[in-house]
């Protein structure tokens, strides 16, 4: 296994990574802008094909350089979730709930990601650095694609479906850390990073965790329904 590679603000790299970030999230807003209307709903799906496909080649890449461990590579994190979600939801008839899901954990997950960046058991293959950043920006794109290019909606209680569905994730996936020293969903200690939301003691740290959480989807909720943002 390798180390966990931090890019620090405020590097270079992580400016330029950033930066690269931005204009791909950008890029694929304004396309699908562009587009018809029957393509711009193709144009979906093949970037959920695009999200499967390089949810494979990362399992498929950790497999070959025998990196692959249960108690890693799980799609467990909020971020992987959020990827797993984007890949499925074109695809399920439970769109508006997963929608619901995915906006405020792709979104303010993606880009909690980007700002702080982690790579962890980081081992050298450049394909996995491109990988963090591209699946990342993936998950905020999507999201807002779906709001402001398909016109998908929040629901009135949007923010709060969000915050229960993570809860509900915490009581799975807390005793599932200590059974196989895991460290999903940082449940088990803080991130290798300094990270607004989650740093400290545990358990004292996620309980900090919580309230600012609540209070950062609601928020979130308030912004992408105001008149400015609402589409």
């Given at each position: ?6 890019i ?14 931005v ?17 711009k ?21 950790h ?52 700002l ?19 699946s ?7 999201p ?43 449940l088990?200690?803080p ?39 609402k589409?």
């Amino acid at each position: 296994m390798g180390e966990d590679y931090v890019i620090s603000y405020p590097s270079s790299e992580w400016f330029i990574n950033t930066s690269l970030s931005v204009i791909y999230i950008s890029s694929v807003l304004i396309i699908g802008s562009k587009l018809s209307k029957t393509n711009k709903l193709l144009f979906a799906r093949s970037f959920a094909c695009f999200l499967i496909t390089f949810l494979i080649l990362y399992h498929v890449g950790h497999l070959y350089y025998n990196t692959w461990v249960i108690n890693k590579r799980l799609p467990l994190h909020l971020c992987a979730i959020s990827h797993v979600i984007s890949c499925v939801i074109l695809f399920s008839p439970k769109k508006q709930y997963l929608f619901d899901v995915l906006f405020y954990c792709g979104v303010v997950g993606g880009l909690q990601a980007i700002l702080t960046p982690l790579i962890d058991d980081y081992i050298g293959v450049k394909f996995f650095y491109f990988e963090y950043y591209i699946s990342h920006s993936s998950i905020i794109a999507f999201p807002l694609y779906l709001f402001y290019v398909l016109k998908m909606k929040l629901s009135k209680f949007s923010w709060l479906k969000a915050f229960i569905f993570l809860n509900i994730l915490m009581i799975f996936i807390m005793p599932l850390n200590f059974l196989i020293d895991s460290n999903y969903m940082y449940l088990s200690q803080p991130p290798a990073i300094n990270h607004p939301l989650v740093s400290g003691n545990w358990p004292y740290y996620i309980i900090k965790w919580e309230f600012f959480v609540i209070l950062l989807l609601y928020f979130t909720y308030l912004i992408f329904n105001s008149r400015i943002f609402k589409n």
